[in-house]
C-alpha cells in the first residue's frame, strides 16, 4: 500500500525528503515539522503530534 499511495511523496530513509517529507521516525514527532518540507496551512495549525491513533485517523480521512 505505501508504495502505491505514498512512496512517491513520501520516502522512509532519514533525512530524504520528497514532495512530503521524510516519514522515518515519524512517531512521536509534531505535525509539519520536518525541515525544508512543505506543509499545508491547515496541517500547520493542526496541533497533532503523531502516533499510532492520529496516523490512523489522518489516514483513513484520506483514504482512496
Known amino acids: 500500500m505505501f508504495r502505491q499511495r505514498c512512496a512517491t511523496c513520501h520516502a522512509v530513509d532519514p533525512g530524504e525528503n520528497k ?5 522515518a521516525s515519524i512517531a512521536g514527532r ?4 520536518v525541515d525544508g518540507a512543505h506543509y499545508s496551512k ?4 493542526a496541533g497533532i503530534t503523531w502516533d499510532r491513533q492520529s496516523l490512523d485517523a489522518f489516514l ?5
Not at 514532495?19 to 516519514?23: E, I, K, M, Q, R
Open 42 to 45: 491547515a496541517l500547520k495549525s
Open 30 to 33: 509534531p505535525a509539519a515539522s
Open 19 to 23: 514532495a512530503g517529507p521524510c516519514l
Open 60 to 64: 483513513a480521512n484520506r483514504a482512496v
